[in-house]
């Protein structure tokens, strides 16, 4: 089993209200090579920030780390257009430059290119087993994107707590005008889709996984409603076979039957993951944002929990612990807290 | 516990008569790749070629990555002047190039700089302990280049059963003298060793061990000459903290007292592992070759044998055997089959 984490960017994150992967602009353009960096080596070492929120909430790859010093998985990180130098290890699938914003007439005008050279890369790869995420601030935005343009009546997630999602669709809906598109137009024309409205990342991870698939690796896509997205691209591009989903509770939590029903039409399997931070015997402030609907999923968190063996859960948290320490999150940290808890059902 | 792996070429192995790395000097081009990738992911990916002898006796990668299979550790490969394109996951520390010939007036002209930059990365590495190796055709010559303008009078191993010790010494020297160097001119210089007569190689795996050990991390240099070589590069650059070296048996019983001899000099502690080829159950031709002398070591191959827990060598035989299956080496192949064994003491 190989955990396979596509990281890029695209300037989508930087329109106002879209994303909450990184405290300012600025900083939010390292937050992939950092979450490669906390993934590969257990913290930052050339990405000048931690990606933490304002409330003391960390990056998903502070989990997905903790689940890879807790029970040890291989990886591969695939530069899918960092904006910044990275000293984390990177395959290079050629040249993935950061995608535009997608109001721009073009979002990733290459996004053929990427998917066939990335294709090339999945095929060449003889692991039985590839769980594929992705870190690119703006992904939930981009995953509407190319939804809408699919055609998939399917919503998104968001990493705040409060979903802007009305925002997400005017600025969707801008970018398909933009393109000169109409919802749906792109029904069978997946690249098309990413080209208009999405983001480097969709055409590597869709790559990666056809390839894959091709040469006999089983595929789990690594996360929420992103993950959801490339689905749907794959299943556009004619690509019929068996898919899995592995997600994070947190976003099970948010979409409610949604998940499922988008995972049904896709013909995806799912499987939903809680890492029962509500039930940790220690109050930590991560923990606690996440349970109140922080972050939720990405860097392949939700699957990386699932690799997690019956029992173990807590050895995971624990970790986080460490891993949260060595980042300099404190169980106390945080100043915004509320009363707002990890709810049992 | 950290194994990473510095890649690289140098024009150097184009010599005629240097490198047993490769069977033709287009393929051997690509031999760091495929190392790399064998490292990573179990087999060559990319690289269009798997390192094997005429005589069947394949890359010390095949060993490191049987050694990871059976007992797991974490990598980086650094990208130290590759010259094909490689999907194993590497480290960009900045461009480095291939190295020049040595006989050229500057083999690395940016030594310096390349060095910088790997001491940044060494100490940005959070590890407890770092497992440093090499993979450069050519790099036993570029060895003995550097030993000698520092002067110091350490001869050197080789790749080949018949070690064309002589042949490299007219090579140093032809370098030396394009340089306008007498032997010994670049003590305390080590910077100027490698600018003249050395490889890309050296001023990466030297940079982040001199990084690594001003953090607190412990280093272990992993290989034979070469890595005794980088440690002489240290101690000249002035860095005086504790360094390992761990190399093959295959390496020691060449080397004789002379190893010993070299790290007492260089004040290394110095570990020999025997992969215990001669005591297999089986006869293979990829271990018997290694016992008469190819090869040696490469890809950190000693210092992974020296991470192997009592009583599982056994193991990493078995694991070796499925490592070369998956290359295409059979037990029987080879066809130059001769009398040679592993010797005892």
Known sequence: MRVLLAAGTTDTALIEGISAAGASPE?????????????????????????????????????????????????????????????????????VAPGADVREDEAVSDAGAIFDRAHGYGTSLPDDDLLIGETIPGGTTTALGVLTALGEPI??????????????????????AASDLEPGACAGAPLEAIRAVGDPVQPTVAGVAAGALESGTGVTLAGGTQMIAVAALLRHAGVDAPLSIATTSFVADERGDDLEAACERLDCE?????????????????????????AKEGVAMGGALSLVPDGQMADVRNQFETVCSRLGIDAEQGGQHDDEECGGD
Request: net charge negative.
């Open 27 to 95: 900083l939010m353009a390292h937050t992939p090579a950092a979450d490669a960096e906390i993934l590969a080596y257990g913290e930052p070492t050339r990405a000048p920030v931690t990606p933490v929120s304002p409330t003391g909430c960390p990056t998903p790859a502070a989990v997905t780390r903790a689940v890879r010093e807790t029970v040890g998985f291989d990886i591969a990180i695939v530069d899918a257009g960092l904006a910044e130098p990275t000293t984390a290890p990177t395959v290079g699938i050629g040249d």
């Open 155 to 176: 919503g998104v997630s968001s990493s705040l707590p409060e979903n802007p999602l009305e925002h997400k669709r005017r600025v969707v809906d801008e970018g398909l």
């Open 270 to 294: 799912l499987t939903v993951t809680d890492p029962g931070f509500a039930d940790h015997e220690r109050d930590h402030v991560a923990m606690n944002r996440y349970c109140a609907g922080e």
